[in-house]
């Protein structure tokens, strides 16, 4: 039977209200990101995020999620958190955040974030954090592997809110943590990158604090960690509130093993004017380390052990 002009039409409407929703699991159209994570429950699946400016969160309770902008860098999340937290809290199997930008977090104690973190393993990729309290937060017992690449950090991090300072990226596991060929700039406060866990990647990254203000390390590992620190470039500016050294390695504990860190083909600067003549490489651990040739400008100490 042939079906009216009508039918077909009626047929139609459906199909283009999904095409138009913001957020499209599997072809399905959502009108608030939290309503699209939770249709996919225990599950695999993308969200496809059209672009716009969203003034929502959403927490992920289960399921291996993929959080993608359409088109990168046009997707904004913006101010809200939930849970008090960030915009994504991620609780679930495993998460993916691709093209995504997060701007402008702020809560109470101090670690507004665009992600947080929670449980299973996290990727994320193409994405920018700015000028919040926190950029990515996080880590767990079931976080095994936590990868950040092509991604920007800017105006981020405080030490003034509480106690304990935030940084553009404080992440914990028992696994690894790897950071590749993403820029960090304009901090506010804190370190740039602090990482509690045993074995670490950080390569092809630009670190640019000449813009920065009360901050604190490049690169912290306060535990320990082996690992690979390569290839990165750094300008340590001259408003700081901690000069002792950007790259520094157990400062708080001997959680784990340091012995063959390798930290190699690095670039670093002081920016114009700063006599503070900090430490290239901090170590705190008393492991034998793997301090290979560097390129260190004018100022700067290549190694001192504490």
């Known amino acids: 039977m042939k079906r009216s002009l009508l039918a077909l039409t009626l047929l139609s409407v459906p199909s283009l209200a999904q095409t138009n929703a913001p957020f499209t699991v599997n072809g399905r159209g959502f009108g608030s990101l939290q309503d699209a994570v939770s ?41 809200v958190a939930c849970e008090g937290k960030a915009a994504f809290v991620l609780r679930g199997l495993g998460s993916a955040v691709d ?26 990729t193409n994405s920018m954090f700015l000028d919040s309290q926190e950029g ?23 030490c ?3 106690p304990g ?28 990158v602090k990482l509690r866990s045993p074995t670490v990647t950080i390569t092809d990254n630009s670190f640019d604090d000449t813009g920065g203000r009360k901050t604190n390390y490049m690169i912290d ?9 390569a290839r990165n470039t750094f300008v340590q500016g001259r408003n700081k509130e901690n000069h002792t050294g950007l790259i520094v390695v157990a400062a708080e504990a001997k959680t784990y093993r340091s012995t063959g860190l390798r930290v190699e083909g690095n670039d670093a600067r002081l920016s114009p004017g700063d006599s503070s003549s900090p430490a290239f490489l901090a170590d705190y651990s008393h492991d034998k380390l793997a301090l290979g040739a560097n390129r260190l400008g004018a100022g700067l100490r290549p190694f001192e052990t504490r």
């Open 165 to 192: 300072c935030s940084h553009a990226i404080y992440l914990a596991n028992d696994g690894s943590v790897t950071v590749t060929n993403s820029r960090f700039e304009r901090g506010t406060g804190g370190h740039y």
């Open 99 to 124: 093209g995504i930008v997060f701007r402008g977090y702020s809560v109470g104690d101090g670690n507004g974030a665009g992600i947080r973190i929670e449980m299973g393993n996290l990727a994320v």
């Open 39 to 79: 249709s996919i429950q225990q599950g695999t699946a993308t969200i496809l995020i059209a672009p716009g400016t969203y003034r929502q969160c959403a927490v992920q309770a289960g399921g291996h999620i993929t959080f993608k902008a359409v088109q990168p860098g046009t997707a904004i999340f913006e101010s």
């Open 221 to 229: 590992l306060p535990d320990g960690a082996t690992g690979l620190i």
């Open 160 to 162: 003034d809110v509480s």
């Open 136 to 158: 990515i937060l996080g880590g767990g017992p079931t976080t095994k592997r936590i990868t950040i690449d092509r991604s920007t950090f800017s105006g981020l991090g405080q």
